[in-house]
């Protein structure tokens, strides 16, 4: 796959006209974005709507987990959208994602991921709401539920990818947050990689974000993003 269809750009931004700034400033160089919670909310479905008439894959980050109704609906309304993937919390169990996956079959090019455990928690944030063992066993955990679920792939950090690449398969989507550049601060991310050693270990996407939405030029940062990639 080339460099520029793995890298993900996160657009976690409160507002819809500093997204569509970014979006505009990164033009051609960016193919793939990622729409989470807070923009969503803030600048409304029309966004995805629009991002997917420039020809651009969007990955709805919605990390669904509710009753298998009403993420079968969520999901339906992310394939109306347009959307590429959208996110299932693997937590919700094999049921709720297994109806994810049913709904997305009436969408074409609409995968359905499962999110293992954030790239904020670390063994303690588990141990605190009641998961015993590491997070390299729940990562391992929930990703065989989603795989039983008939997911198209997970979302996990880069520092379970090798892991999961040998557990999930050669043609499974593993798409990795928490990306940073060599010698960045990974900021909130408690598992975090370069974008090369996530792709190196066997993931298919990456997904970045302050790296390249918060530079002074986004397009000459995630050149860099994708030089790092083949570096």
């Known amino acids: 796959m080339e460099p520029t269809n793995q890298v993900i750009v996160a657009l976690d931004c409160d507002n819809r006209r ?38 651009k894959e969007v990955f709805l980050d919605l990390k669904l987990f509710e009753i298998p109704n009403s993420v079968a609906g969520a999901v339906r309304a992310a394939g109306t959208l347009g959307a590429s993937m959208v996110t299932v919390h693997g937590m919700g169990g094999v049921a709720i994602m297994a109806a994810a996956v049913a709904a997305a079959r009436d969408f074409e090019g609409l995968s359905v991921l ?38 198209h792939g997970v979302i996990a950090s880069p520092q379970e990818v090798a892991a999961l690449r040998g557990l999930l398969g050669a043609d499974a989507l593993i798409v990795t947050p928490g990306v940073t550049l060599p010698g960045e601060s990974p900021a909130e991310h408690a598992r975090p990689g370069t974008p090369r050693a996530a792709v190196a270990a066997g993931a298919s996407h990456v997904v970045v974000g302050r790296t390249v939405t918060r530079a002074a030029d986004p397009a000459v940062a995630l050149r860099r993003v994708h030089a790092n990639l083949i570096a």
Do not use: H, N
Request: glycine share 12%; proline share 1%.
């Open 18 to 55: 500093t997204a569509e700034d970014i979006v505009d400033r990164l033009g051609d160089e960016c193919l793939f974005y990622k729409v989470g919670l807070e923009l969503l909310t803030a600048a409304g479905p029309e966004l995805v709507q629009q991002l997917v008439a420039q020809g």
């Open 114 to 151: 499962g999110l293992t455990v954030v790239t904020s928690m670390t063994d303690a944030d588990l141990a605190d709401v009641g998961v015993g063992g590491s997070t390299e066993d729940q990562v391992a955990r929930l990703s065989r539920l989603a795989r039983e679920a008939g997911c």
